[in-house]
């Protein structure tokens, strides 16, 4: 079945890029809605958005201005970029399939904890 | 923006019946999904568009929705079942998720 894994820095320093690639293995990176979700630590979930692989995006509102997400689909990944972050951004990163155009996220990866401290 | 607020905890003995619910406005036209997440995991889908459940979930998993609210029932809750669960909702585009409700069975 298809699996997900995420893979990046642990720790960024703030106002700099968070890096993040997800792997997708199992299965094909075509079709589907590839998606980041984080969650602070001890807090809930958050919505970063996606990437269709027709090309087309969608973010959170709150995060528009910093978030780019893209598809290697030579590499079956996709990739999270968050710029200029500050210490609200540290969280536990999460990359997801989304099914269907507003649907529900399944699989997820197993998540990979991002620090941003000087 | 939208909202959808969850209690923060439930408690259920063994074997009775835990309800959780998910509140938002005109949730009730919408889909809703829940996850369940146990410590140090991630979220698991249990129940996906309100009532199904997928593959391999069991059958003591249910949803429902009415009105401005929907509920994930768990029957005959089991001490594995013991976990954050969360609603998820699409509003304009824009996924919305629950603030969670922390489940523990005693």
């Known amino acids: 079945q298809v699996q997900l894994q995420e893979s990046g820095p642990g720790l960024v320093k703030p106002s700099e890029t968070l890096s993040l690639t997800c792997t997708v293995s199992g299965g094909s990176i075509s079709t589907y809605y590839w998606s980041w979700i984080r969650q602070p630590p001890g807090k809930g979930l958050d919505w970063i958005g996606y990437f269709y692989y027709s090309g087309s995006t969608n973010y959170n509102p709150s995060l528009k201005s910093r978030v780019t997400i893209s598809v290697d689909t030579s590499k079956n990944q996709f990739s999270l970029r968050l710029s200029s972050v500050t210490a609200a951004d540290t969280a536990v990163y999460y990359c997801a399939r989304g099914q269907l155009a507003q649907g529900w996220f399944d699989p997820w990866g197993q998540g990979t904890l991002v620090t941003v401290s000087s | 923006s939208y909202e959808l607020t969850q209690p923060p905890s439930v408690s259920v003995s063994p074997g009775q019946t835990a309800s959780i619910t998910c509140s938002g406005n005109?949730?009730?036209?919408?889909?809703a999904f829940w996850y369940q997440q146990k410590p140090g995991q991630s979220p698991f889908l249990v129940i996906y568009q309100n009532t199904k459940r997928p593959s391999g979930i069991p059958e003591r998993f249910s949803g429902s929705n009415s009105g401005n609210t929907v509920t994930l029932t768990i029957s005959g809750t089991q001490a594995m079942d013991e976990a954050d669960y969360y609603c998820q909702a699409w509003d304009s585009s824009t996924v919305v998720f629950g603030g969670g409700t922390q489940l523990t069975v005693l």
């Open positions: 005109k949730l009730g036209d919408k889909y």
